[in-house]
């Protein structure tokens, strides 16, 4: 039975905000006029299909847009933030054509975005990355939220280039599906292990320090004029000291506080002389987002990873792992490890950063785990802390483990052998759904 299709006409500075539950699909099609979602241009009679978003397509000169299928909510606003948003790329467009000018890559402007949670941080990132791809620019992007899987898995922190617009249907993950391993764009990404950094406060500043390190090592051969846009984690009194400590180790030089005038306060006052602190207003479209969404959400996040989007399909592949070929570990004592777990080095103190080791078994049903650089080589006792800030290559879906065999089944995106032997668990589990 064929859906419904409503027309919505948008004027100059209007934009149409919409909620679609993941249970439901709609098409939107630009039918006249000029459209963005996020920064990105909608083509004209394009069809875009989304699921389970909450979004808002916006004009600057009016358009008429066609909707078909089922919305849990839609309706046009004409109070928008869009002008401030607008002004913020445009004063760090300046400051990109200072820094050429004098050569200065230290100039470049190097944004952080914070707030609460479901406050429009990456909304507001989105639409800086895409408006200085359209400027020809190729601004570096770094995800610090752990709950919320952008370019990569749940329960890790990434930083890639942004070299072409962030499209309506893909996302972040546009650039980081299991198709574009290996492409020049794909994600630094390290697995922390926990949705919520104030698990593990000293691992997650170290994958910050690492981060940062890869960073610093990027600009030494690449344009770094562009900068950088860091999307962040909700804010809390717990986790303060992982937005200060990622200020200082990725040197922001521009912060923008979201929807929340104590924080905009505080920081004015602790950090106004160093850096630059603009305040924001939380988009009127903001909702908050519940857990179940959330899930969702990561669930699809995952599955995106494995087996691409409708319009971009990828393969994936069944693997069979041998328990004696690689080596399981995770940093930092968890109380819901899943199996018995040896630090490295029996005499060793137990911290934030103790590599354990995990000996597989049947709970390691539905975990993702991800494929490190590490080598078995590196894991000597006094070698334990270059294990700590492996970079994840990829990452794999436990579906069966077989005790009796001595080995386990794996979805991964390569087929054959796994490219590396040293596996980091974390706490993302994910179940395949037809």
Known sequence: MSQATKEWVLNAGEELRFEVSFKNTIEVRLKSGYAEYFGAELGREAV?????????????????????????????????????????????????????????????????????????????????????????????????????ALTTMPC??????????????????????ASSHG??????????GHSQPERNVGLFNTLIDRMATSL?????????????????????????????????????????VVGNERMYSVYSQRLGSHLTVLKLVRSGG???????????????????????????RVSSFSTVVNFQEIKILRVGEDAVAPTS?????????????????VEPDESLIHSILAVTDAS????????????????????????????????????SPVPGRLPKQVLLYGNAKWMETV
């Open 216 to 256: 610093e090592r990027r600009a030494k051969v690449e344009d770094s004029y562009a900068g950088i846009i860091v999307d962040t984690h909700g804010f809390n009194d717990t986790t303060n000291t992982t937005i200060e400590h990622a200020i200082q180790a990725l040197r922001i030089n521009t912060l923008l």
């Open 376 to 411: 078995l080589d590196s894991m000597d006792v006094d070698d334990a802390e270059n294990i700590v800030g492996a970079q994840a290559v990829g990452f794999i879906s436990v579906t069966k483990v077989e005790m009796d065999k001595q080995r386990m089944i794996v979805l």
């Open 286 to 312: 903001t909702v908050d987002r519940s857990a179940t969404y959330r899930q969702q959400l990561n669930s699809r996040t995952v599955r995106r990873y494995f087996y691409g989007t409708e319009s971009e």
């Open 48 to 148: 875009y299909r989304l699921s389970g978003e909450n979004g808002a397509i916006f004009s600057w000169q009016g358009c008429t847009l066609a909707i078909t299928g089922t919305c849990e909510s839609a309706y046009v606003a004409d109070e928008t933030p869009m002008d401030a948003y607008t002004n913020v790329h445009m004063a760090l467009q300046q400051l990109r054509i200072q820094a050429r000018n004098e050569q200065n890559p230290n100039a470049a402007p190097r944004v952080m975005i914070v707030g609460p949670e479901d406050s429009g941080k990456t909304c507001i990132a989105r639409i800086l990355c895409n408006y200085a791809v359209r400027m020809d620019e190729r601004p570096m992007f770094a995800s610090l939220d752990p709950m919320e």
């Open 341 to 357: 777990t040896l630090p490295l080095g029996e005499d060793r103190k137990l911290t934030d950063t103790t590599v354990l080791v």
């Open 183 to 192: 492409v020049a764009e794909t994600p630094l990404v390290w697995q922390f």
């Open 156 to 177: 890790t922190v990434s930083v890639q280039r942004v070299s072409t617009v962030i499209g309506m249907e893909s996302g972040f993950m546009g650039f980081a599906s």
